[in-house]
């Protein structure tokens, strides 16, 4: 059961950003390695009693809420003079390429 959790709790992770989540291991690991599995394996659901269903719909509304503030803040950064206007619009949204390998 508990590498159960275990791959349940890494593949989560993994789904939302496996870069971070392969240093935050290895940082952890290094100081911890009880702590770094017990927060892998700790579910959501262990903590709250509730299981959280269609997580990949929250991850994507989660980003696009990102995004729109982080187009607005760009926005006024432009208005304001302190950056230029990208030729692309969607060049505005910081971190761009993270929050697009959420939403896909």
Do not use: C, K
Not at 27 to 36: E, G, M, N, Q, Y
Request: proline letters at 5%; a negative charge.
């Amino acid at each position: 059961m508990p590498d159960e959790r275990f791959d349940h709790g890494w593949e989560t992770v993994n789904r939302i950003n496996a870069e971070g989540a392969r240093r935050q291991w290895d940082a952890l690991s290094a100081v911890s390695p009880d702590f770094a599995r017990w927060i892998v394996e700790s579910a959501y659901g262990d903590a709250t009693g509730h299981v959280p269903r269609d997580l990949d719909w929250y991850l994507a509304y989660a980003a696009l809420r990102q995004a729109l503030t982080s187009i607005r803040v760009s926005l006024r950064a432009v208005h304001f003079g302190e950056r230029e206007q990208p030729a692309d619009v969607n060049d505005l949204v910081a971190d761009r390429p993270h929050l697009e390998r959420i939403i896909t």
